[in-house]
């Protein structure tokens, strides 16, 4: 990496609480989203979704990333968009590089699933000087499956297959409403995972065993009275009943998730979303599930849970790869996203 001026400096601060869990800060960069620390001090990352944003005034800058080679960013420069694959190891990559000294702000955002492996930001370099971020207010929570994830969702489908190079985390409903409410994303979302039971009906490491982690699949948990988003939405119910209905009682297991969430969560406005895949008579049944959910917690006295319903509409004529949503019905499931949030917070 070329020396410049000013060089990123990792700084690191233990939380109060929570084994593992660590904070980073430098002035001019932010990690949107969750992260453990290496050995070295170094941020790691691996939820989709997750996003480093710089301010920084100068004509150069370059960000050193770690990787396995699987995963891929979407780069934002002054409002120019690019996609940036990475390369295995550690390389630098150069981001800006302008003829003229100006204030540039930059964003790389994780497109990728946290199986494809995580990425460790080493450092960042300008040849002048990182500014102070503006302080974004809102957050938004979603935990999900492949739809939350992005899976397939570039890829002209239904039948194409579904990976990597398609699989887009920003190009998803719950990104695209954060993005219209100027709010942070956190995405807890892991394509194949259900509430009870996964796509291939094994019905462990399911995906309330997974929203604790700094890092997916890693043991290192997160304080989640620390991060308190003004809304969550659990997304989950298309794997448990995309092969039949699932064994046991989806119903209650889906109020306990509801009431766990709430705990951690005490003044969030929660949301119990289903759609827009499955066949009709398991859409209808799940949805039928998640809205009696909701339903008992609002007569135990939370007034601050919903249901949201995604028709099976607003997939037609939008095809991701594997089945799964496209751009299009992605869009239309953010702006109904967008649009509620908007009406019950005031936004």
């Not at 968009?81 to 800006?96: E, F, P």
């Not at 699949?217 to 009275?225: F, N, S, W």
């Not at 006295?301 to 249901?307: F, H, L, P, Q």
């Amino acid at each position: 990496m070329t020396p410049y001026a000013i060089a990123l400096m990792l700084v690191c601060f233990p939380y109060a609480q929570g084994a593992g869990a660590a904070e980073w800060k430098q002035p001019g960069v932010e990690i949107v989203g969750r992260y453990a620390l290496d050995a070295d001090g170094k941020p790691r990352f691996g939820w989709p979704g997750t996003a480093i944003r710089i301010q920084f005034r100068g004509s150069k800058l370059d960000v050193t990333l770690s990787d396995d080679g699987k995963n891929s960013y979407r780069v934002e420069v002054d409002g120019k968009d690019a996609t940036l694959q990475l390369k295995n190891g550690s390389h630098a990559y150069r981001l800006v590089d302008e003829g003229v000294e100006a204030v540039h702000h930059v964003r790389l955002t994780r497109r990728t699933e946290g199986y494809e492996g995580s990425t460790t930001l080493v450092g960042a370099s300008t040849d002048g000087s990182f500014l102070d971020l503006d302080r974004t207010i809102r957050k938004i929570t979603v935990i999900g499956d492949s739809i939350s994830a992005g899976f397939g969702v570039d890829g002209a489908g239904p039948e194409c297959e579904a990976g990597a190079a398609n699989g887009n985390q920003t190009a998803t409903y719950a990104a695209l409403a954060a993005r219209d409410l100027k709010a942070d994303l956190l995405a807890l979302a892991w394509s194949g995972r259900g509430l009870t039971q996964n796509y291939d009906r094994s019905k462990t490491q399911v995906m309330p065993d997974f929203i604790e982690q700094l890092v997916p699949g890693e043991p290192a948990r997160a304080v989640l009275a620390d991060e308190q988003p003004d809304v969550l939405i659990v997304h989950l119910g298309s794997n448990d009943y995309a092969r039949g209905a699932p064994e046991g009682d989806f119903r209650q297991a889906y109020v306990s998730f509801l009431e766990r969430i709430r705990r951690s969560f005490p003044k969030a406005q929660i949301y119990g979303a289903i759609g827009p895949m499955l066949a009709p008579e398991m859409l209808q049944l799940a949805r039928s599930a998640i809205e009696s959910a909701v339903a008992s917690r609002v007569a135990a006295g939370d007034t601050k849970v919903g249901a949201l319903f995604f028709p099976s509409e607003t997939i037609a004529q939008s095809w991701g790869c594997s089945w799964h949503p496209g751009k299009a019905a992605q869009q239309r499931m953010g702006a109904q996203l967008s649009e509620r949030i908007k009406r019950d917070m005031k936004w």
